[in-house]
């Protein structure tokens, strides 16, 4: 089975542009997640979406947005990009059906590398 | 407040030697604990996890993690390393939301 797939795998982007990732999550989940990977941290949670419905928000700033499709996929857009903003971006899914409670594995995939000059 | 903590942030073992990865959480309900493996440039890949039940749980790749409620513990063990092992580890609790809080890794460098 295929598992949580993103594009692109790599991404150079000047200051103040804007930047849209994908990611399609494996086939029969309905929950997508997004991290924010800086070098040498651990993922720092952005978005849950959940049925296409907005489940969740870290702490990052409105430059930062998402939505989920009627197919489960899920797109993250970043305006106003920042050097700050330079960092491994991981999509994750998880089947997160309601009766099982509120948390659920998540499955990653390979990241975009997003590069900010 | 939800955390994570790794303490040790970099590990260097001897092939063929065992493996203690330290984990502390901090969490005021039921944790759901994870441990994921992350190749240079790579995602992560799940080790195991813990839910409920059984306080030792096995994982893949010969990995194993000991849930200590009173110490809010979590460590990862491996009796004997290899050296494809050699990579970064991260610790992380599931939230409500299955939001995950991730600790800041631990790398690990395999002496052959």
């Known amino acids: 089975d295929a598992g949580v797939t993103q594009s692109p795998t790599h991404l150079i982007k000047t200051r103040g542009q804007q930047v849209t990732l994908r990611c399609s999550p494996i086939s029969g989940h309905k929950s997508v997640s997004w991290y924010q990977q800086v070098l040498g941290q651990g993922p720092q949670f952005i978005f849950q979406y959940y049925e296409k419905e907005e489940r969740g928000r870290g702490n990052f700033p409105d430059r930062f947005s998402a939505r989920q499709f009627p197919n489960y996929s899920s797109e993250l857009n970043v305006n106003a990009l920042l050097l700050g903003d330079s960092a491994l971006y991981l999509c994750a899914s998880s089947f997160f059906p309601s009766r099982q409670g509120f948390t659920d594995t998540q499955y990653f995939g390979p990241g975009t590398r997003l590069t900010v000059l | 407040a939800q955390s994570v903590t790794q303490p040790d942030i970099h590990i260097t073992v001897s092939e063929g030697a065992s493996l203690e990865l330290r984990c502390n959480y901090s969490?005021?309900?039921?944790?759901?604990l994870f441990w994921y493996v992350q190749s240079p440039g790579q995602g992560l890949q799940l080790l195991l996890k813990y839910f409920s039940g059984d306080t030792l749980v096995q994982g893949i790749k010969g990995f194993e993690a000991e849930f200590k409620r009173s110490q809010s513990s979590f460590n990862l063990r491996k009796p004997s390393v290899h050296w494809s092992d050699a990579a970064e580890y991260f610790c992380a609790v599931g939230a409500w939301g299955n939001q995950f809080y991730f600790g800041t890794g631990t790398s690990l460098t395999v002496i052959p």
């Open positions: 969490y005021g309900a039921t944790p759901y």
